[in-house]
């Protein structure tokens, strides 16, 4: 029996990753994600295309969610909600901790503020996060008598893992988003060597190659001290969970050497929150942080300020980190909207935007431009805009790295775009050697798993092979004297039994 995977999300696409994988007859959903892109029924993953769909908990052994960005755990209250999945949930302690955070904003950005119809409520992301089992990394959980997990720790944001599944004799990892190179507040992912039939990773990456850390940061604290330098507001759209605080660090350290007296705020409300989570769950962070943690918490940013509505249109210069990222909608939008069609403003873009979102037009955008927003509304947009790689993806070095580690037998790509993806494929089969996939949405996908098969054998059978009745000899090349001297002599010479000898 192979190893069967169903893409519901992330096919082809960054968005709504969820990946139904079938070993052995256990069936294991691999996150539960919303396309932050969409606001109509592509917004989830199409859950009736697993088999049995009609009693979930029966049709699937357990969920496995890697981290508490949306597009991963977006849609579990309302598949365990609305759809009824009761069975087993699992995810890292600090996943728990902060999902709840990133649903409840989501929720109430997207019904109580712009009236959209409500797909959970408050009370359903309470419930679903209660069946929830939270994991430590690298600890084994027995989820049945068939099914074993473990959490590796990823990198990319605060809690996130990499799952390794075990079903019998078949064995499979799947990555959820990673990094393979350590940030200011976070370290690079770790995991085992593991016997692998396969691997299914991220790939948002596929084909880019990153400059050095401490070059990028060097463009973001230039831009951005050019624009406040000259009375310009600076945006950050970002999750409030993850790149603020990364890019927070790097602002407060250079603030504070260079002295610059310009307000750096936070939306108010989740990022304040988050921060606290931060300073919480630091053994979750970078080695660093926890080595100066005794002395000073690196979560502490005397710099950085609350901000409130009423200091939008305020004058002079500002920095101001806003939630959500990729301008998906919420406070970022709004702020965008007041500030966009000024020239000396900027908007810096730290990373990945996913398609259909504003920040994803504004990519590709040449400024002056105008970014309609819906059938009556658009933006004249003015301002600068600035994308730098501060995602905390790994690059194209970073993914073939961690395959050539694991050396599964398969790979299977997901969460990336479909041209970069061919182009990593290739790369893999050619110079790795192992077959590679990338299936589209609603995709199955079947690769063959290891079989270990049992077979009987007599007692007199085995006894035999312990004790074989083989009598050796020496061959007349053996007797030979002109043999070198450091090739075996005499008796510490065998040969193999000549036809007829055994008896004798």
């Given at each position: 029996?192979?190893?069967?995977?169903?893409?519901?999300?992330?096919?082809?696409?960054?968005?709504?990753?969820?990946?139904?994988?079938?070993?052995?007859?256990?069936?294991?959903?691999f996150d539960c994600g919303?396309?932050?892109?969409?606001?109509?029924?592509?917004?989830?993953?199409?859950?009736?295309?697993?088999?049995?769909?009609?009693?979930?908990?029966?049709?699937?052994?357990?969920?496995?969610?890697?981290?508490?960005?949306?597009?991963?755990?977006?849609?579990?209250?309302?598949?365990?909600?609305?759809?009824?999945?009761?069975?087993?949930?699992?995810?890292?302690?600090?996943?728990?901790?902060?999902?709840?955070?990133?649903?409840?904003?989501?929720?109430?950005?997207?019904?109580?503020?712009?009236?959209?119809?409500?797909?959970?409520?408050?009370?359903?992301?309470?419930?679903?996060?209660?069946?929830?089992?939270?994991?430590?990394?690298?600890?084994?959980?027995?989820?049945?008598?068939?099914?074993?997990?473990?959490?590796?720790?990823?990198?990319?944001?605060?809690?996130?893992?990499?799952?390794?599944?075990?079903?019998?004799?078949?064995?499979?990892?799947?990555?959820?988003?990673?990094?393979?190179?350590?940030?200011?507040?976070?370290?690079?992912?770790?995991?085992?060597?593991?016997?692998?039939?396969?691997?299914?990773?991220?790939?948002?990456?596929?084909?880019?190659?990153?400059?050095?850390?401490?070059?990028?940061?060097?463009?973001?604290?230039?831009?951005?001290?050019?624009?406040?330098?000259?009375?310009?507001?600076?945006?950050?759209?970002t999750f409030a969970l993850?790149?603020?605080?990364?890019?927070?660090?790097?602002?407060?350290?250079?603030?504070?050497?260079?002295?610059?007296?310009?307000?750096?705020?936070?939306?108010?409300?989740?990022?304040?929150?988050?921060?606290?989570?931060?300073?919480?769950?630091?053994?979750?962070?970078?080695?660093?942080?926890?080595?100066?943690?005794?002395?000073?918490?690196?979560?502490?940013?005397?710099?950085?300020?609350?901000?409130?509505?009423?200091?939008?249109?305020?004058?002079?210069?500002?920095?101001?980190?806003?939630?959500?990222?990729?301008?998906?909608?919420?406070?970022?939008?709004?702020?965008?909207?007041?500030?966009?069609?000024?020239?000396?403003?900027?908007?810096?873009?730290?990373?990945?935007?996913?398609?259909?979102?504003?920040?994803?037009?504004?990519?590709?955008?040449?400024?002056?431009?105008?970014?309609?927003?819906?059938?009556?509304?658009?933006?004249?947009?003015?301002?600068?805009?600035?994308?730098?790689?501060?995602?905390?993806?790994?690059?194209?070095?970073?993914?073939?790295?961690?395959?050539?580690?694991?050396?599964?037998?398969?790979?299977?790509?997901?969460?990336?775009?479909?041209?970069?993806?061919?182009?990593?494929?290739?790369?893999?089969?050619?110079?790795?050697?192992?077959?590679?996939?990338?299936?589209?949405?609603?995709?199955?996908?079947?690769?063959?798993?290891?079989?270990?098969?049992?077979?009987?054998?007599?007692?007199?059978?085995?006894?035999?092979?312990?004790?074989?009745?083989?009598?050796?000899?020496?061959?007349?090349?053996?007797?030979?004297?002109?043999?070198?001297?450091?090739?075996?002599?005499?008796?510490?010479?065998?040969?193999?039994?000549?036809?007829g000898e055994e008896g004798?």
């Amino acid at each position: 029996m192979g190893i069967e995977c169903l893409v519901l999300g992330a096919g082809q696409e960054v968005g709504k990753s969820c990946v139904v994988v079938t070993i052995n007859g256990k069936r294991i959903m691999f996150d539960c994600g919303m396309h932050m892109g969409y606001l109509d029924h592509r917004r989830y993953p199409e859950f009736s295309l697993i088999p049995n769909s009609q009693d979930f908990s029966d049709s699937i052994s357990c969920i496995i969610i890697t981290h508490f960005h949306l597009d991963h755990v977006g849609a579990l209250p309302y598949f365990t909600e609305v759809c009824g999945y009761s069975g087993p949930i699992f995810m890292t302690y600090p996943t728990k901790a902060l999902a709840p955070l990133m649903l409840e904003d989501y929720r109430k950005v997207m019904v109580d503020r712009r009236g959209e119809e409500e797909q959970f409520s408050s009370e359903h992301i309470v419930r679903c996060l209660k069946k929830v089992t939270a994991v430590d990394l690298k600890q084994t959980v027995q989820v049945d008598k068939d099914i074993q997990i473990c959490a590796y720790y990823a990198g990319h944001v605060l809690g996130a893992a990499m799952f390794y599944v075990k079903v019998g004799n078949s064995a499979v990892v799947y990555t959820g988003d990673y990094n393979m190179t350590p940030d200011r507040h976070l370290g690079a992912a770790q995991i085992d060597r593991l016997q692998l039939d396969l691997v299914i990773t991220e790939s948002t990456y596929a084909t880019t190659y990153r400059d050095s850390k401490y070059v990028r940061e060097r463009e973001f604290l230039k831009v951005v001290h050019k624009c406040v330098a000259g009375g310009g507001k600076v945006l950050i759209p970002t999750f409030a969970l993850g790149r603020a605080q990364e890019l927070c660090m790097l602002l407060h350290d250079y603030w504070e050497r260079m002295n610059l007296q310009v307000p750096i705020y936070f939306s108010a409300g989740l990022t304040i929150q988050a921060n606290m989570y931060y300073k919480i769950l630091i053994n979750w962070t970078s080695q660093k942080v926890k080595d100066t943690h005794a002395t000073r918490n690196a979560f502490d940013f005397k710099n950085v300020i609350s901000f409130d509505r009423s200091l939008i249109n305020a004058p002079g210069p500002c920095v101001l980190f806003a939630t959500p990222g990729m301008i998906s909608g919420g406070f970022s939008l709004e702020v965008f909207r007041h500030w966009a069609p000024y020239e000396e403003n900027l908007v810096t873009l730290p990373g990945y935007c996913v398609a259909g979102t504003i920040g994803h037009k504004l990519m590709s955008a040449k400024i002056p431009t105008q970014i309609q927003l819906d059938e009556d509304v658009q933006i004249d947009v003015r301002c600068q805009i600035h994308q730098l790689s501060f995602s905390p993806h790994t690059d194209a070095k970073g993914i073939m790295d961690l395959v050539k580690f694991l050396s599964p037998k398969h790979v299977i790509l997901v969460h990336g775009e479909k041209p970069k993806m061919a182009t990593l494929k290739e790369k893999i089969e050619s110079e790795l050697g192992i077959q590679c996939r990338y299936p589209a949405n609603n995709e199955t996908v079947c690769i063959p798993s290891t079989h270990h098969v049992k077979a009987g054998a007599s007692d007199a059978f085995l006894q035999s092979c312990l004790c074989p009745n083989f009598k050796f000899f020496k061959t007349d090349f053996e007797r030979g004297s002109d043999l070198d001297d450091d090739f075996p002599q005499g008796d510490e010479c065998c040969s193999t039994v000549q036809p007829g000898e055994e008896g004798r």
